[in-house]
Every structure is written in C-alpha cells, then in structure tokens.
C-alpha cells in the first residue's frame, strides 16, 4: 500500500532532550516537507526537500534540522526541543514539487515540557 | 511579507446549500493546491491548480484560479454533512523563496447541518 509513515504517533518529552521524528514513504518520491500545525495558525513548512542531499528552509526552520540521505526516508531532528515546540507535526511527499499531490503522513504529536 | 487569506474561517451550512469559500494570496504563482482535513485526521489532497482559468470538480466540490486576481474558491453544491471538514488552500512561496517552499492558509472550518 502506497503511505507515509511517520513515527513515533504521539511523544511527550522534555526540554531540551534531543529527538527524531522518522517519516517514510514507499512510493519513490523526490519531494518530502515537513509541516507543523498549530491552533489558529494553519499549517506552516519546517523544511523540504527536493531530492536526495537537498534540503531547504521553510517559513520556520529554527530550532528544527532534518536529513535526506536516502529518497524514502526524511526525519526531522529537534537538538533541544522547548515548548514552543510542541504541535501536530506532518510529513508529506509527492513525485515533484509543484504539479503533483501531496501525500501527508498520519501526523506526530509532540508535547514538550 | 507572503500572505494566504482565506475567507471565511467558520462556515456553517444547511444541508442543500449552495457555497463558496475564497483564498486570495499575495505571491505571482500560478500554482495553488487545495486539501481537506477531517478532525482528529491528516490531510488530503482535493485539487491541484497549475495555470490561470484552471477548473477541476469532483463530486459536489468545484475550484477555479484566477492568478490575475491572485484569487481561488472553493465551490459547494447541495451540500452534505461528509463533506464537514477543514478546508486548506496553498501556493508556493515564489516571492523571495523557491520552488517547494508551500504557505498554506488558516484554514477554512465547514459544518454542514441537516
């Protein structure tokens, strides 16, 4: 079955200890995001990436690093996670930027203390 | 700054109704995307928009792009209560950024009433 995964689902931490977030995909797309949502505020893009060992900013990227080693693989690393951190967090993949859909992943939700 | 608008945020309807939903956006792209979300749920992709005049309808959903207006709806027909949900538009960032680089909309929270 075609799908993102993401994992963990659910994460409750504290500030200041490292975490990764994995997001998988099984269709061989070039195009992964990470997105953060937050009440009242949409979603807001974290980081993209383009293709293997090209990554870009989003609108907030700070506190935030991700890796793209591998086509199917691109997990967002919080160094020193703070509260402001905590949200609903999606991974998304599509076979190019534009034109094409978007596939999210189920959404992680992380709570920092 | 970029800027995504959508219009309205809240939006409850009858069953039977017909409605529109807006987003106005402030980049020259001439790409938008709409999704959907359910509560509790992620996001689905409803309608890719890639040029000017460009129109796409599946079932009781119907979206147009006007990049010359900066302007997309999002058109309801007959509405039913499936289609309760969140509606998101979004383009890319041209404006300074590239390509990839998405700014959604808040977001457009529909309920359907019998």
């Known amino acids: 079955e075609a799908q993102v995964t993401q994992n963990p689902r659910y994460l409750i931490t504290v500030t200041g200890k490292k975490l990764t977030v994995t997001c998988s995909q099984n269709?061989?797309?070039?195009?992964m995001s990470w997105y953060r949502q937050d009440p009242g505020l949409g979603l807001r893009q974290i980081y993209y990436?383009?293709?293997?060992?090209?990554?870009d900013k989003g609108d907030v990227p700070e506190g935030y690093k991700v890796s793209r080693k591998e086509k199917r693989n691109f997990p967002l690393i919080l160094e020193s996670p703070s509260p402001n951190q905590t949200s609903l967090y999606f991974c998304?993949?599509?076979?190019?930027?534009?034109?094409?859909?978007?596939?999210f992943g189920p959404g992680t939700r992380l709570l920092v203390l | 700054e970029l800027k995504v608008e959508q219009n309205p945020l809240f939006l409850s309807m009858q069953e039977g109704k017909n409605y529109t939903i807006y987003c106005n956006y402030s980049t020259t792209s001439d790409r938008l995307y709409w999704y959907r979300q359910d509560p509790g749920k992620s996001l689905e992709s409803l309608f890719v928009l890639l040029s000017n005049g460009a129109v796409k309808q599946e079932g009781r959903l119907m979206a147009s792009l006007d990049t010359k207006a900066r302007l997309s709806t999002l058109h309801i027909t007959a509405a039913v209560h499936d289609l309760s949900a969140t509606y998101f538009c979004?383009?890319?960032?041209?404006?300074?950024?590239?390509?990839?680089?998405?700014?959604f909309g808040k977001g457009t929270k529909l309920s359907v009433k019998p």
């Open positions: 998304a993949s599509s076979f190019g930027a534009v034109q094409e859909t978007q596939y």
């Open positions: 979004a383009v890319e960032g041209w404006d300074g950024g590239s390509q990839g680089n998405l700014i």
């Open positions: 269709m061989n797309h070039e195009y």
């Open positions: 990436s383009m293709n293997v060992e090209v990554t």
